[in-house]
């Protein structure tokens, strides 16, 4: 049996090749093995395993080829295509039995068919996967409790359990009595993912402890919707109201494996999809697999397949808040017209959800309704009192609206507690614009320059703050290296030329004006360096 680092090295080397052919590559070159092998692993590097597995038909002769074959397989996997896997391994089971992941298709059908012993004794093989290990002992106890033991002997079992989480209590539910205020005050000293806390609500709920222990669904992050959680936590629709199956608590494990591990940097993606295809693949109806997976590929910015699995989510589903909330972000980037109506159906079911009003606030700062935004932002931070990052934008509004006494004192308010770089640099740089205190303006940039000393916009701060206190040199030094890390910045480009221009140094000045104009520049930017551009040419 080979260490898992050894079989997730396949998974890297794909992710990291250096091909350079994508998906409109010469029809007559892509049906030759080598070209089928270049566009499926550029497409596997860019997170698309779904096109890779569409090349990659069983129809392929791969008995001379094990790196296609390999590449075919595994992309299968990752996708999720786990009888289509299977049925290639068995046609070359010579090139496919190397590796702990050979056995990931007979291991996933075999637990969605509930052949646990079967099962079992593969995952014991593959032990060495991240995970596994764990995974296993909660299968060896669904074995013991289907073999119908005598109940002491079960609770004789579960008390030796080590590290006993909720998957251990709910495998043993119903058999026996435990004592259910050690093992919650246990629980809730550790950190619990979403999908744990919505087990062991379930639980709760089943023993009627659930108002009591409410606390659960309060500690889920604010991009779910947790009052309408909790008054529908009786509906049918709800998975978790009832005892679970067994499915429901292995499609569930997956799922905390590929949660877990995501925090590791040594664990590659393509790893975590296949953990949570996995739990697709074992039980559909926990959609937060698909939720977990728009993530991934969200991160990956592989926006098309993200929204594909975003739009697998039910609107009864616990997770569809947030799916709703991953495709506005998406969109908001895009397409504007599909986010707003994301975001009109986000206010018509879910107008008290935080994030609902956040993006709503966002969306009005963004439009210029700055009055409107900082109502939202009041409204939040009666609730959340600490929030900088509302804070943060309700000084920002309150700046542009030219309440800039107002906006001064919530930014002080944030420095005073947290240092926060990018409030000292939007008070450094409004300041500099007014010519107020130039000297606390150069201190506070400073400032926020030690915690992010490579920071493009905090170093074009720095550049105009001695721009304005006519320390030409520095600031074209300061504004240069702005421009190197931010290079498609109209502003940085505008406060260069404007330092060339101090300078006398004119050629510089107008090539750089002239170059902010094709960038990011809007039109109020554009219309000020075009006057300044005719005015300077007179002269």
Request: charged share 25%; with cysteine; hydrophobic share 35%.
């Amino acid at each position: 049996m080979k260490n898992y680092q050894n079989t997730l090295y396949f998974f890297l080397l794909v992710f990291i090749m250096s091909c350079t052919v994508n998906k409109n590559f010469n029809t007559k070159y892509s049906n030759t093995n080598l070209g089928k092998y270049l566009a499926a692993s550029y497409s596997v590097q860019n997170g698309d395993s779904a096109f890779a597995s569409s090349i990659l038909t069983n129809n392929i002769d791969y008995s001379k080829d094990t790196k296609l074959v390999e590449l075919a397989f595994f992309s299968k996997i990752i996708n999720g295509e786990f009888e289509s896997a299977k049925k290639l391994k068995e046609n070359y089971p010579n090139l496919l039995d190397k590796s702990s992941f050979s056995l990931i298709p007979e291991i996933a059908i075999y637990l969605k068919n509930q052949n646990y012993k079967k099962a079992s004794q593969l995952i014991n093989i593959s032990s060495d996967l991240p995970g596994f290990k764990n995974l296993n002992q909660k299968i060896d106890n669904i074995i013991i409790v289907l073999s119908s033991p005598k109940k002491g002997e079960l609770k004789d079992i579960f008390n030796q359990i080590d590290n006993q989480d909720i998957y251990d209590l709910l495998i043993f539910e119903n058999i026996f009595e435990i004592s259910e205020s050690k093992f919650f005050d246990n629980l809730s000293k550790k950190y619990q993912t979403e999908i744990n806390n919505f087990l062991i609500s379930g639980y709760l709920f089943r023993k009627e402890l659930f108002q009591k222990k409410n606390y659960l669904i309060d500690k889920l992050h604010h991009d779910f919707d947790k009052k309408n959680i909790y008054l529908n936590f009786n509906s049918e629709e709800n998975i978790f109201k009832n005892k679970p199956s067994f499915l429901l608590l292995i499609s569930s494990y997956l799922t905390e494996i590929a949660l877990r591990n995501s925090q590791n940097k040594n664990i590659p993606s393509s790893y975590l999809k296949m953990l949570l295809e996995m739990s697709n693949y074992i039980y559909p109806r926990l959609e937060f697999s698909n939720y977990y997976l728009a993530k991934i590929f969200t991160q990956e910015n592989n926006t098309e397949l993200a929204v594909k699995k975003l739009e697998l989510i039910s609107d009864n589903s616990f997770a569809y808040l947030p799916s709703l909330l991953n495709k506005y972000k998406i969109y908001n980037k895009i397409n504007q017209k599909k986010s707003k109506a994301i975001l009109d159906v986000m206010l018509e079911k879910f107008s008290d959800n935080t994030s609902v009003q956040y993006e709503l606030a966002d969306y009005y700062r963004k439009t210029q309704q700055c009055s409107k935004a900082i109502d939202i932002y009041n409204k939040i931070l009666k609730v959340e009192k600490d929030n900088y990052r509302f804070k943060f934008y309700k000084a920002s509004c309150l700046e542009k609206l030219n309440l800039w006494e107002e906006s001064k004192n919530v930014f002080n308010d944030i420095i005073s507690n947290n240092k926060d770089p990018y409030a000292l640099n939007y008070l450094s740089y409004s300041m500099t614009i007014r010519n107020e205190n130039l000297d606390l303006a150069l201190q506070l940039i400073n400032e926020a320059l030690k915690k992010e000393p490579n920071n493009g916009y905090f170093l074009d701060t720095l550049g105009w703050v001695q721009y304005k206190r006519k320390e030409y040199k520095l600031a074209v030094k300061n504004l240069q290296r702005a421009v190197s890390i931010q290079p498609n910045s109209s502003e940085i480009m505008d406060h260069l030329g404007d330092c060339y221009y101090k300078m006398g140094r004119k050629k510089e000045a107008f090539y750089e004006w002239n170059r902010a104009l094709v960038f990011d520049a809007d039109d109020n930017l554009k219309q000020k360096i075009k006057e300044k551009i005719k005015l300077y040419e007179t002269n």
